[in-house]
T-cell receptor, first 111, second 117 residues
Framework: QKEVEQDPGPLSVPEGAIVSLNCTYSNSAFQYFMWYRQYSRKGPELLMY????GNKEDGRFTAQVDKSSKYISLFIRDSQPSDSATYLCATSGQGAQKLVFGQGTRLTINP | DTAVSQTPKYLVTQMGNDKSIKCEQNLGHDTMYWYKQDSKKFLKIMFS???????INETVPNRFSPKSPDKAHLNLHINSLELGDSAVYFC????????????????FGDGTRLSIL
C-alpha cells in the first residue's frame, strides 16, 4: 500500500463547476499537508500548505485536512480552463523535509 | 528571475554513459532536494542536502551521486545510465526552521527530462 493514495483521474468538468480533489494517507505521524499544481512540462507549483488539521482558504482554493480519518481535500470554486493541470497532494512528518506525494490527479476544465 | 533553475532541460543519451544535472537556487534557502518523477507522474524523493550536508538518502542505486558545492547549488551525477533511469528529475529547495511547526514548503524547478536510448 502506498503511503499516500490519490486517484489519478483523469477528471473533466465544465467551467464554473466546483472541483473536489482528495487524498488519503496511512502514516499518522504526517503533520504537513500540501497541494501542488503541475502544468505540462513544468515543475510542481505550491498551491496550499497547512500544518495539522483544519481548513485553509486562498481565493478560489480551499484545503481541508482531517487527521482523524487521514483524509485531505482540495476544493476549487468557479473553476477556470487555466486550472487544467495535474494536482499533487503531498505530506510529511516533522520538519516537512521528506515529502511523500500522491500520484497526482489530472484535471481538465472545459470551456 | 527563475528561483530554482536546472540544466539541462532535456538530456538524451545512450545506455552506459555518465551524465550530470545541475541545479541552482536564488531563494537563499539552506536545503535542496532531488526528486524523480516516473512516467506515471509519481514523484519520489531521492536526496536532500542541508547546508551542504546530506540529510536524506533514499534507496537509490550507488550509480547516483549528489554533490553540493555550496548552499545554492546541488548537482546530480549518474554513472552507467540504464533504461530505467529515463524520467524527469526535479530539483527543489526550502528553508529549514528551528521550530518544525514553522517549516517552509519546497519550491521546485521545471525539471530535467532524461531519456536513455
Amino acid at each position: 500500500q502506498k503511503e499516500v493514495e490519490q486517484d489519478p483521474g483523469p477528471l473533466s468538468v465544465p467551467e464554473g463547476a466546483i472541483v473536489s480533489l482528495n487524498c488519503t494517507y496511512s502514516n499518522s505521524a504526517f503533520q504537513y499537508f500540501m497541494w501542488y499544481r503541475q502544468y505540462s512540462r513544468k515543475g510542481p507549483e505550491l498551491l496550499m500548505y497547512t500544518y495539522s488539521s483544519g481548513n485553509k482558504e486562498d481565493g478560489r482554493f480551499t484545503a481541508q485536512v482531517d487527521k482523524s480519518s487521514k483524509y485531505i481535500s482540495l476544493f476549487i470554486r468557479d473553476s477556470q480552463p487555466s486550472d487544467s493541470a495535474t494536482y499533487l497532494c503531498a505530506t510529511s512528518g516533522q520538519g516537512a523535509q521528506k515529502l511523500v506525494f500522491g500520484q497526482g490527479t489530472r484535471l481538465t476544465i472545459n470551456p | 528571475d527563475t528561483a530554482v533553475s536546472q540544466t539541462p532541460k532535456y538530456l538524451v543519451t545512450q545506455m552506459g554513459n555518465d551524465k550530470s544535472i545541475k541545479c541552482e537556487q536564488n531563494l537563499g534557502h539552506d536545503t535542496m532536494y532531488w526528486y524523480k518523477q516516473d512516467s506515471k507522474k509519481f514523484l519520489k524523493i531521492m536526496f536532500s542536502y542541508n547546508n551542504k550536508e546530506l540529510i536524506i538518502n533514499e534507496t537509490v542505486p550507488n550509480r547516483f551521486s549528489p554533490k553540493s558545492p555550496d548552499k545554492a547549488h546541488l548537482n546530480l551525477h549518474i554513472n552507467s545510465l540504464e533504461l530505467g533511469d529515463s524520467a524527469v528529475y526535479f530539483c527543489a529547495s526550502s528553508q529549514s526552521r528551528p521550530d518544525p511547526r514553522s517549516s517552509q514548503p519546497q519550491h521546485f524547478g521545471d525539471g530535467t527530462r532524461l531519456s536513455i536510448l
